[in-house]
């Protein structure tokens, strides 16, 4: 028995990265792209910079809009790209909520 099924059989799941950023594409299908912003002081000079790294993640629903905060878990590679999963929406966008309303009409 490997180590990760006796992981699952005890009911203890082994912790995954997880990283919150907001939505900047949503035109695949089934796929988002997210973007995490990082605040990483420099080598050198210890400045504080901030870093924006683009995060493919799989959403099965199609649920995310442009705009929301999201919380992305780490997963098995899906595709070429996309190594990351969709947890949970944190935040709606302004655009999303509102966009919402008018198709409710």
């Known amino acids: 028995m490997s180590s990760v ?6 009911g203890v799941q082994k912790r ?3 990283k919150v ?4 594409s949503t035109k695949m299908e089934k796929t988002i792209v997210v973007e995490v912003e990082m605040r990483k002081a420099h080598p050198k000079y210890k400045r504080v910079m ?8 799989h959403d099965e629903q199609n649920t995310a809009r442009v705009g929301d905060m999201v919380r992305i878990r780490e997963t098995r590679p899906l595709s070429k790209l996309k190594r990351w999963n ?11 909520q509102a966009e919402a309303a008018a198709a409710a009409k």
């Open 86 to 96: 969709l947890e949970e929406i944190i935040r709606r966008s302004a655009l999303a």
């Open 5 to 10: 099924e006796a992981g699952v059989e005890s």
């Open 21 to 24: 950023g907001h939505v900047v």
């Open 16 to 18: 995954r990265n997880e």
């Open 50 to 57: 901030k870093l924006n790294k683009k995060f493919y993640a």
